[in-house]
T-cell receptor, first 117, second 108 residues
Framework: DTGVSQDPRHKITKRGQNVTFRCDPI?????LYWYRQTLGQGPEFLTY????????KSRLLSDRFSAERPKGSFSTLEIQRTEQGDSAMYLCASSLGLAGGPADTQYFGPGTRLTVL | TQLLEQSPQFLSIQEGENLTVYCNSSSVFSSLQWYRQEPGEGPVLLVTVVTGGEVKKLKRLTFQFGDARKDSSLHITAAQTGDTGLYLCAGGGQNFVFGPGTRLSVLP
């Protein structure tokens, strides 16, 4: 198993453009998470999926953000009409998703660094 | 809302020194993870602790989960330059919550 992968690793875009990021989780993991991390801060939770169902969305996730996991495998995160404040590292993580399990450890991908000019 | 605090925020030490960083909360967590993150990369899991009072060792790193499962510490013995990085704690429960991290610099 190669772990969690994310594509692209870096994205530079102009304000107002749409961008889409992809995350491929560890194959047997049921849960998939998206986070945003700005310089000097810890990751901030955005949303997570249990299989194909999006179970929770943070208030950080404005209407310009949408995430999908159509077949319960890979996921995409789209940002529409990007703003300079969207510049950050977008991290994806996956976990087994053990029901009621206390130690549902998340494993992270390398992240996609977005720069909005 | 569950929140995690980490201290110190920054730490710069000489190679060979010992150090301890802390992760604290007023909330109880079902588990707690420690990660290390290097610039431009995602966090890499170091350890998961789930039982109050649990101590885990990973080579020169010793992790402890508080008895009440509200806090944790990471102790590094004889730090090496390769230990440099951002150390993040994260609490498991209803949601996964990260602390702001401790940025460690180990100087040769």
């Amino acid at each position: 198993d190669t772990g969690v992968s994310q594509d692209p690793r870096h994205k530079i875009t102009k304000r107002g453009q749409n961008v889409t990021f992809r995350c491929d989780p560890i194959s047997e993991h049921n849960r998939l998470y998206w986070y945003r991390q700005t310089l000097g801060q810890g990751p901030e939770f955005l949303t997570y999926f249990q299989n194909e169902a999006q179970l929770e969305k943070s208030r950080l996730l404005s209407d310009r953000f949408s995430a999908e996991r159509p077949k319960g495998s890979f996921s995409t995160l789209e940002i529409q009409r990007t703003e300079q404040g969207d510049s950050a590292m977008y991290l994806c993580a996956s976990s087994l998703g053990l029901a009621g399990g206390p130690a549902d450890t998340q494993y992270f991908g390398p992240g996609t660094r977005l720069t909005v000019l | 809302t569950q929140l995690l605090e980490q201290s110190p925020q920054f730490l710069s030490i000489q190679e060979g020194e010992n150090l301890t960083v802390y992760c604290n909360s007023s909330s109880v967590f079902s588990s707690l993870q420690w990660y290390r993150q290097e610039p431009g990369e995602g966090p890499v899991l170091l350890v998961t602790v789930v039982t109050g009072g649990e101590v885990k060792k990973l080579k020169r790193l010793t992790f402890q989960f508080g008895d009440a499962r509200k806090d944790s510490s990471l102790h590094i013995t004889a730090a090496q330059t390769g230990d440099t990085g951002l150390y993040l704690c994260a609490g498991g429960g209803q949601n996964f919550v990260f602390g702001p991290g401790t940025r460690l610099s180990v100087l040769p």
